[in-house]
């Protein structure tokens, strides 16, 4: 009786274990373990490439892929994805180089070589923008007049009789000369009359 118990035991014991293993095997997927860029990282340089690795291996299909779509859902991935021919838990996709700055979205889906189960999802990382380069100001020093530049001032002769100032030049003085003999002259002349008059009158 005992041994009849024990071996409807074992039996619902192994039971419960293939079902199990078949749940496990009917679900299981090629899911992702890693990626890189990782999911939400923000990057101060622009990802050459995308790598996921999977938890399962991948069929040999083109259902497995990996797409890259910019903040406008544009694609910016220009050529399909490749699964490692060694592992099949490697799948990866070149970027175009200097993505600009913005958040990129990458959709990837798999199918499981185990069992053809698809499965799909999405993940994202951020290019961010770089500063702007700044030129340092630069002194500039004056420029050094050269000798030929350099003139030094000259007086430039005045014309005779037309000095500045206060001052009588060599015309002035002249011209007094001759008012004080015309002068002269006149007075000598009024005494000559003067005198001659007075003889007269004699």
């Known amino acids: 009786m005992q041994s009849l118990f024990v071996r409807a035991g074992v039996a619902a014991l192994l039971a419960t274990i ?12 090629a899911e992702p373990a890693t990626i890189t860029p990782a999911d939400g990282a923000v990057l101060t340089a622009s990802p050459t490439k995308v790598v996921m690795t ?17 903040a406008a859902g544009t694609e910016v991935t220009t050529t399909a994805a490749t699964v490692d021919s ?39 990382f951020t290019v961010a923008a770089q500063p702007t380069a700044t030129a340092s100001p630069t002194s500039t020093a004056p420029a050094t007049p050269s000798a030929s530049a350099t003139v030094a001032p000259t007086l ?21 000369t001759w008012a004080w ?21 004699h």
């Open 156 to 176: 430039a002769p005045s014309a005779p009789g037309t000095g500045t100032g206060t001052g009588t030049g060599a015309d002035g003085g002249s011209a007094m």
């Open 86 to 124: 060694a592992t099949h838990t490697s799948i990866s996709v070149p970027l175009p180089a200097n993505l600009p700055a913005g958040v990129y979205t990458i959709k990837w889906s798999t199918v499981s070589a185990g069992d053809g189960d698809s499965a799909e999802g999405t993940f994202t």
């Open 18 to 29: 293939a079902g199990l293993v078949f749940v496990s095997v009917a679900f299981a997927h």
């Open 54 to 70: 999977t938890t399962e291996e991948m069929d040999g299909s083109t259902n497995n892929a990996l797409h890259v779509v910019n």
């Open 181 to 201: 003999a015309g002068a002269l002259a006149v007075w000598l002349s009024l005494n000559v009359a003067v005198v001659a008059a007075v003889r007269r009158g």
